[in-house]
């Protein structure tokens, strides 16, 4: 058998997707309109908590153009609850979403009624015509609240009180007790979302007369929630399916299984028309998951010469008013990061996850990380500046070293088995991102003042882990043209895996690029598929097509031999052809056609399997300039730098690490999502929920390193989509508290924002003056 | 639909009309009655610029403008753009696809002909204002630097100066 040349992979092959984004020829869901379709708008809560008494949709009813008012009352039987799908920390399960409110409401935006109309427009004008009677509750806007059980959000429960855990390892009250310095401080991260800006939207399709029901606009895990619907529906699973239209950005929000999963497809089978909704940008930023609201309490200790010796910590975790899919992911991991790519010999961490009147919480890219990265790395330089040790030196002593890899952190993840650092040279991507920022040069300029604003360097280290099983799957169609379908169970949330799988397929089966036609996503395509999340499509859904290809290969060599009348090991495939003894060849699409002939179809179906993580690894540093009368921060310079272990297309890889710097710079300094003391959501637009536009961070570089592929994995890649975002908030946190340290001020709560350091400089000069009198 | 109105415009060069009502959207006609689903709706309140079409040449918030407002004038959207054909992409689109300037696509139609007016009018613009007038236009994919260098290099194509290359992040 010959061996397939490497010739795509790694190379920046420009992508196929552009050729219909770039000509306003792309299907994204609300492009899609079957005849007959009605419009469903959605009517949410205006309260946090309350019980409902009543809704009264008579005049709704009356309104033309109206065909339905659905409400929970609609549903036979319970209404159901939306599973979990990850991390089902025991507990959590007590506190699921129902599909649609009925006794009580829980959060701003909780579904209550959905109306079908004509026209979107007609259906938003019957949603003002519904009266809704509810009797206000407490609100509980944060897990301060919460934990005092004033007004419990679940009264069979108890307790807003979701779950509480511990893990660790080592002996820690000794490694405190034998410690030469200790340090303890408290930090938050706010809440914030993801934002893609596609809003959500589906449109179901029931078929009455053959009990089929089709929902477009599936995406990320449609498998999951393909069984999740039929068992809500009362369906089987074959009788769904679920399509992937294309997808305008995920980022962890989108695709999982919402109240509107349900709600859509039952009002289609339940009016027998299809029915399309369309979320609002308002809609959508009260609706889908919000993440990131974490409070820590993180303690440190080290030796004189600064080697850690225990990391004490307690996170406490704002889940909002139900518990998702995403389960207690977000808690849970920024747990589990606290360790971050040191030699941590004794760790515990005490989780909390608290329930509260607000929208409910689930993953956005890097979650837990971008937090517990944050925490970690912020009382990492107060550690180093207290002991009077460089930052730098601080970190090199205690990162763990190539040669102390595969590196066990143990189970530090309750529903998960202990875990290990694969393989890489943590101090060499830490001495390059310090090269490419030019520290050693700049460094003169820590807490200087230059044009009236102080300057700072600050720096970060990360581990980061993707690549998430247990399977995935590729099924490869050889098709009567000679070209080669792949079906992958993999969802594309726009981040270009038609291309990168069609580079990983040409390599491997050696044939052109444009030989190869990726689908993905939806359920029709495999038996099978586990979906896009936990940088995990390239890693699994890549090596599953690597053994299919090999599969095909295989079928190729045995449907030719039949052809040529030789046995199958006397039969080589080369450029798309199968050549036999004395240099009979057989083209692939003759071989097809063949088949196809006698009622066949040569296909295969490739499958990977894995239980192993990924962990790429990198360094962030940032330089920063403060303005002390504005609060307002400069990127100067920042640079990011990730080995993804192989690079598929380096491309995209350096576009998912510019996008993801870019979403974790707006996560440090303007995503916020603000709520007051009665759980009401006060930023719900994009004239006030602040995004980076193309004028805010100019200034920001990635490299990419490819030092030491992933060896878990047949490719050898490494999860690419998050590395670029899990340090920004402790990288610029660092800076910033490095530019503002002769000022006294040392940042401990995101956002960043020029009020609140403003606030800081300002509170410090008061303290300092006081000190002075 | 009760209480409609006719409204008549050019679009992407050719005649188009639709009876609307008075509230409805020029992104909601160009996309619901004239099927041009290349025009992106974000956020309906005219901070994303994903629904940026070009009216007489200038670029407008699509989802800010009725309708009805654009009776009798000439409409351009990502679909009318000069290049706009998968078959033979335009300078401007070709450069974008360069540069992955572009992910998810959703952004991009309205980047695409706030990018075509600019450069349309000022094909020297540097990358400061590229940027400043991009800032109208929310990409939550790629961090912006592709889509500054993209721009850059497809001012030639407007009669601006030769691409010197010069991305500085990476």
């Known amino acids: 058998m010959n061996v397939a040349p490497n010739t795509l992979v790694g190379q920046e092959i420009e992508r196929t997707e552009d050729l219909r984004f770039l000509t306003g020829r792309g299907i994204f869901t609300d492009d899609y309109e079957p005849a007959g379709t009605l419009h469903a708008a959605i009517l949410r809560s205006s309260i946090a908590h309350a019980r409902i008494r009543g809704i009264d949709a008579a005049a709704a009813l009356k309104l033309a153009g109206v065909h339905a008012v659905l409400t929970a009352a609609d549903i036979e039987g319970v209404v159901p609850t939306i599973p979990l799908r990850l991390a089902p920390i025991k507990g959590l399960e007590r506190y699921l979403q129902p599909v649609i409110a009925r006794d009580k409401v829980r959060y701003v935006g909780e579904p209550v009624a959905v109306v079908l109309a004509d026209s979107r427009a007609v259906a938003e004008d019957a949603l003002e015509l519904i009266t809704l009677h509810l009797d206000p509750l407490p609100a509980v806007p944060d897990w301060r609240a919460s934990e005092t059980d004033a007004a419990l959000l679940f009264e069979e429960n108890g307790s807003n009180v979701a779950v509480r855990y511990s893990a660790g390892f080592g002996d820690i009250d000794k490694a405190f007790a034998q410690a030469d310095y200790t340090r303890c401080e408290t930090f938050r991260a706010h809440r914030h979302t993801a934002a893609p800006m596609e809003t959500r939207g589906l449109i179901a399709e029931w078929d009455a007369a053959a009990g089929r029901l089709t929902v477009n606009g599936a ?6 929630n393909r069984r999740t619907l039929a068992k809500m529906m009362n369906l089987a699973e074959s009788a769904i399916d679920m399509i992937e239209l294309d997808v305008g ?18 009002a289609a089978r339940k009016i027998d028309r299809p029915v399309k909704w369309i979320e609002d940008r308002r809609e959508h930023l009260l609706a889908i998951n919000h993440s990131r609201e974490i409070d820590c309490e993180l303690e440190i200790a080290c030796r004189r010469d600064g080697t850690i010796l225990g990391l004490r910590g307690k996170i406490f975790g704002d889940m909002g008013a139900y518990v998702r899919t995403n389960g207690g992911v977000v808690p849970a991991k920024a747990a589990q990061f606290l360790h971050g790519p040191y030699r941590i010999p004794n760790i515990k961490i005490d989780v909390a996850a608290f329930m509260t009147s607000k929208t409910p919480v689930g993953t956005y890219r890097a979650p837990g990380r971008f937090e517990a990265n944050f925490f970690r790395e912020r009382l990492m330089d107060m550690a180093a500046h ?10 090199r002593k205690n990162l763990i070293t190539e040669q102390e890899l595969p590196y066990s952190i143990g189970q530090l993840v309750p529903y998960e088995t202990a875990t290990e650092y694969d393989s890489g040279d943590y101090h060499a991507a830490l001495d390059r991102c310090l090269q490419e920022i030019g520290w050693a040069e700049k460094s003169p300029l820590q807490g200087k003042r230059v044009a009236g604003r102080c300057h700072g360097l600050g720096l970060a280290c990360f581990v980061e882990s993707g690549g998430a099983g247990p399977r995935e799957n590729a099924r490869l169609i050889l098709e009567t043209d000679g070209n080669i379908t792949v079906n992958m169970g993999s969802s594309a949330l726009g981040q270009g895996l038609e291309t990168v799988f069609a580079q990983i397929a040409g390599d491997a089966m050696a044939l052109p690029f444009d030989r190869f036609r990726i689908l993905h996503g ?15 499509a390239v890693v699994m859904g890549g090596s599953a097509i690597l053994d299919g290809a090999k599969k095909l290969i295989e079928a190729i060599r045995s449907a030719a031999a039949t052809q040529l009348g030789c046995g199958s090991e006397a039969v080589t495939v080369q450029d798309g052809q199968a050549i036999g003894p004395g240099g009979r060849a057989v083209t692939f699409a003759a071989l ?10 040569i296909r295969v179906d490739g499958t990977f399997a894995n239980t192993k993580r990924t962990y790429s690894y990198g360094a962030h540093a940032a330089h920063v300039a403060v303005d002390p009368r504005t609060g307002h921060v400069e990127i100067l310079d920042y640079v990011a730098v990730e080995d993804v272990g192989r690079a598929i297309n380096p491309a995209i890889v350096h576009g ?24 009401q959501l006060l930023n719900a637009s994009f004239a006030d929920y602040l995004l980076p536009t193309a004028s805010d961070f100019p200034n920001i570089r990635g490299v990419t390193l490819q030092l030491r592929p992933s060896p878990s994995n047949p490719l050898g890649a490494k999860g690419a989509g998050e590395g ?6 402790a990288a610029v946190g660092n800076a910033v508290a490095a530019a503002l340290a002769p000022l006294g001020v040392n940042p401990t709560e995101l956002p960043l924002t020029p009020p609140r350091l403003w606030r800081l400089i300002e509170d410090a000069r008061t303290t300092s003056r006081k000190h002075a009198s | 639909m009760s209480n409609t109105v006719r409204t008549a415009f050019v679009v992407n060069g050719k005649s188009a009309q639709a009876d609307v009502e008075p509230r409805t959207t020029l992104a909601d006609c160009l996309r619901r009655d004239l099927k041009l689903t290349g025009t992106h709706i974000g956020c309906e309140h005219g901070v994303c610029g994903a629904c940026t079409v070009l009216i007489d040449g200038e670029a407008v918030r699509a989802c800010l403008t009725l309708a009805v407002q654009a009776d009798g004038r000439a409409i351009t959207t990502v679909e009318g753009l000069p290049g706009a054909d998968p078959a033979a992409l335009g300078p401007l689109q070709a450069a974008f696809r360069k540069h992955h300037a572009l992910q998810c696509g959703f952004c991009t139609p309205g980047i695409l002909t706030t990018a075509h007016a600019l450069l349309s009018e000022e094909p020297h613009a540097d990358a400061e204002r590229i940027r400043e007038v991009l800032s109208g236009n929310l990409c939550r994919c790629t961090g912006y630097v592709t889509i500054v260098e993209a721009v850059l290099e497809a001012r030639a194509a407007y009669g601006g100066p030769a691409y010197q290359g010069g991305g500085h992040h990476r």
């Open chain 1, 219 to 224: 995406t990320k895990v449609t498998f999951f």
């Open chain 1, 249 to 266: 950005g995920g980022f962890g929000v989108r695709g999982e299984f919402y109240p509107e999963d349900f709600l859509i497809p039952f």
């Open chain 1, 386 to 395: 207290d002991l009077g040790i460089d930052p730098i030196a601080f970190r």
């Open chain 1, 522 to 536: 939806s359920t029709t395509l495999v038996d099978e598929g586990f979906g896009t999340y936990h940088s995990r």
């Open chain 1, 592 to 601: 097809a056609t063949t088949a196809a002939k006698a009622g066949q179809t």
């Open chain 1, 656 to 679: 998912q690490a510019m996008g993801a710097l870019v979403q974790g710079l707006g996560g440090v300094f303007l995503d916020h999502l603000i709520y007051d003391q009665n759980a």
């Open chain 1, 724 to 729: 670029g975002m899990v340090a920004v908030a």
